[in-house]
């Protein structure tokens, strides 16, 4: 089959899949597949500037905060705005910022591409161990910012009543065209550009390729998809504090993307499903569990046990993620060889 033929018919399954989900499925379970398409759009970006670029960089939830506020302050009327603002009286530029859903999540996802770009010139002027430190104080300086300016943010209150159109059918879309556009890149020259600097910047460098222009390309591109999940992301939760952008959001995305694989996006999707499908598929250990008639009580937490637990596993077995470096379809294409 050609090959063409078969991703249109891939893509075209796959939208049907979203659209039959959106209609038929129950909303436990849609709530479930908001979340992994959610993070699936979260791990693919980060999986650009990390695993593409090589760039070990502790961004994400700063760049996701960036797009979850100005989404939901762009999609809360302006009466609301003004009951919720207890600490202070709003901004007035806050009062005037109002759009439809799909042009708010672009907006905030081109906020946080713009800031990616202000900040790769001091970012990017140190390397590892370094980057990550600077990058890591990025996310700390965006939530401090979010609880200090309640007059943009609403403080630590956070912002509530955010109207919630981020259903399944367009977290599914928005993954779909994330997945692609990331595919796109990595086999483009831009995408072979930053494996060489990932690879060996100085021999990059070496050889005429601009490794800040390519570190930038790749931070500003992780940053939109980034702020556009964001966006999402508090979309569909309909309320969002600063409390919820913590390291810990990046702590999940960067074992997402490990197990996966750093640089592949089809190992990126299946670790998702894993990681977060995994944690709610486990929940059951937490409630009373009995085994040949013996009542062992329940456990609360014991599903965050035996998730790491099978996460240490994973990882003793496939010490470079999943799939490593390459995508699924460069393994069936050793098959039919």
Known sequence: MNKFLRNIILIAI???????????????TLSILDNIGIFAILALSYNLING??????????????IGAYFTAILLIPTDTKLDMFALVD???IILQMKAHFLPAILIGGVAASFVALLLSFPVFRVRGDYLAIVTLGFGFIIRIFAINNPAYTNGAMGLNDIPEEANFLWIGIICIVTFLVMIHVIYSKFGRAMKSVRDDEDAASAMGINTFKMKTYAF?????????????LASMLTTITPDQFSFLLTFQ?????????????????IATILVMGGMEWLRFLDDDITIFGM???AHPGMRMVVFAILLIVM????????????ELTEFFKKKSK
Not at 253 to 269: Q, R
Not at 315 to 326: C, E, P, Y
């Open 315 to 326: 990882m003793l077995f496939a010490r470079r993620g999943l799939l490593g470096d390459r």
């Open 220 to 232: 500003m591109t992780s940053a939109f998809f980034e702020g556009i999940g964001g966006g999402l």
């Open 14 to 28: 796959t939208i049907y899949f979203i659209y039959y989900a959106q209609n038929h499925f129950d909303s436990y």
């Open 253 to 269: 995305l960067l074992i997402i993307i490990v197990l996966g694989g750093l640089g592949s996006m089809s190992g990126a999707l």
């Open 90 to 92: 709003p901004a007035p």
């Open 295 to 297: 009542d062992l009580g």
């Open 52 to 65: 593409i670029a090589g760039q070990f960089s502790l961004e994400p939830n700063g760049f996701v905060a």
